[in-house]
């Protein structure tokens, strides 16, 4: 009787450590290959050259690029970043102004996207794409989407004087 419970004791004594052991490789063994698997994702060149990004790319720090959408083709990169205007509104994620564009005497909002609260630019370029193509009566129009040299995105909107977004 007391060799069984002896035998039941070493037993344990030697299962226990063994499993947490086992256990203790194939965690590090999943996080070792998690950590390879993001640290081979796509390049700033590689984005650049993506057909499906729009070409849209951060290659260096004075590259900045403008997607422009159906209404906003007349929009260049230094009429948005220089038009003067006024905070309308601020939300946890973003903050809104209305824009005078004295070049095409029009009324535009701008949408700028806080840095923290939004994705990185391989996955914001191709939801803006989607949004921008996008039209409905019931639906504010996007009219341009800007990309900074620092990550920077900025959302163009015609401005509606008597309601809101």
């Given at each position: 009787m007391e060799q069984t419970h002896l035998q039941?004791?070493?037993?344990?004594?030697?299962?226990i450590p063994l499993s947490l052991l086992i256990s203790l490789v194939i965690i590090y063994y999943f996080n070792l290959c998690r950590r390879e698997n993001t640290a081979i994702g796509t390049t700033d060149s590689q984005l650049s050259d993506d057909p499906e990004l729009g070409n849209i790319g951060i290659e260096n720090e004075q590259n900045v690029e403008l997607m422009c959408f159906q209404g906003g083709e007349d929009l260049t990169v230094p009429d948005v970043l220089d038009a003067p205007g006024e905070?309308?509104?601020k939300t946890s994620y973003s903050t809104l102004y209305r824009a005078n564009l004295p070049r095409n005497n029009s009324i535009l909002l701008l949408r700028f996207l806080r840095p923290a609260c939004s994705a990185t630019i391989e996955d914001v370029v191709p939801a803006a794409r989607e949004i921008g193509l996008v039209r409905h009566s019931?639906?504010?129009?996007?009219?341009?989407?800007?990309?900074?040299s620092r990550g920077e995105k900025l959302l163009v909107h015609p401005y509606y004087a008597h309601g809101n977004l």
């Open positions: 039941d004791l070493l037993l344990v004594t030697l299962l905070v309308v509104g019931n639906l504010v129009p996007l009219r341009a989407f800007y990309v900074g």
